[in-house]
């Protein structure tokens, strides 16, 4: 942290996205070089988050590859706007909540890129006594309450959370990021039915990439215009692109009170031209080849 200051302060005056990202690179990532790039995107966001984002993103990449695992595709859509939440609006007295648990690499790497996780942590990442396992656990990582990836839940979680929140007359939003197709689950709508009805202070982001386990979200259970259908149910609801941060963190704090709904249009497989929507990299590891390939087109 004190060499990352150090560096800081010499070059205050002179600090570029080409400064930031030689620094920050994802290779022998460090502490210090974390700290750097949470120091940039406050003093220039405008300019510094589309740094941030591409260091998130290899660095998310080289999780799954080294991991061998899947849901890359997912974790992709989802990574611009929980680093926008995480780092442009949520406060100290918010709470999120990942209702597409599967996309808890999303998650791990803007925790990461916060200082909440160390690269350390994420060596450990879907290995024998890991505490960031493939789905986030009910407890061991900083800010996540609850365990999640049973589809149809995040919702009426954050609806228990906010009504906790105001029956103990504690400050702060509840976030809730959830996926297009969990949306075909009944328990969804009816916590939105009842996150209404209360005027809970719970602010849900749908990650509508439009694909989910075997297709295209509309050709298996069509529920579009997603946005009019929140504000048919008495939520305010925005419909924005979810790769564009500005836009996004506008519509998130558009609304202090009360209920919000922000449909976020983005892309499966974000960023690497052979998965974008292609709705197998819902499974599918990446082999070296395709980490190769996937690396270069970040550069």
Wanted: glycine residues 8%; aromatic residues 8%.
């Amino acid at each position: 942290m004190v060499q990352a200051q150090r560096i800081w302060n010499r070059n205050r005056e002179a600090m570029s996205i080409r400064h930031a990202a030689l620094i920050a690179k994802v290779d022998g990532i460090d502490e210090h070089c974390s700290y750097v790039l949470r120091i940039a995107f406050y003093m220039n966001q405008s300019l510094m988050s589309q740094t941030v984002l591409k260091v998130a993103t290899r660095r998310l990449l080289r999780l799954h590859f080294e991991a061998g695992i899947g849901h890359i595709g997912g974790n992709l859509s989802c990574l611009d706007a929980m680093l926008c939440i995480y780092h442009n609006v949520m406060q100290t007295d918010d709470i999120f909540i990942l209702s597409k648990g599967h996309s808890a690499g999303a998650l791990y790497i803007t925790l990461w890129s916060r200082g909440e996780l160390t690269e350390e942590d994420l060596l450990t990442y879907h290995k024998d006594g890991t505490r960031l396992s493939v789905h986030p656990p009910s407890h061991g990582v900083p800010g996540v309450v609850f365990a999640t990836g049973s589809l149809g839940h995040g919702v009426g979680l954050a609806a228990g959370i906010s009504l906790g929140k105001r029956l103990r007359r504690e400050a702060g939003r509840v976030f809730c990021l959830t996926s297009d197709g969990e949306w075909d689950e009944g328990s969804s709508w009816e916590s939105l039915i009842f996150t209404a009805q209360h005027q809970l202070n719970v602010t849900i982001i749908v990650d509508a990439n439009g694909m989910q386990g075997f297709g295209k979200t509309v050709e298996i259970a069509d529920l579009e215009p997603l946005a009019e259908k929140f504000r048919s149910f008495r939520v305010p609801a925005e419909d924005v692109d979810g790769h564009d941060h500005a836009a996004v963190t506008s519509a998130l704090m558009s609304r202090k009170m009360g209920p919000l709904a922000v449909v976020a249009r983005t892309v499966k497989g974000n960023a690497v031209s052979f998965m974008q929507n292609h709705w197998q990299w819902h499974y599918l590891p990446m082999n070296t080849e395709q980490y190769q390939q996937a690396l270069s087109e970040l550069v």
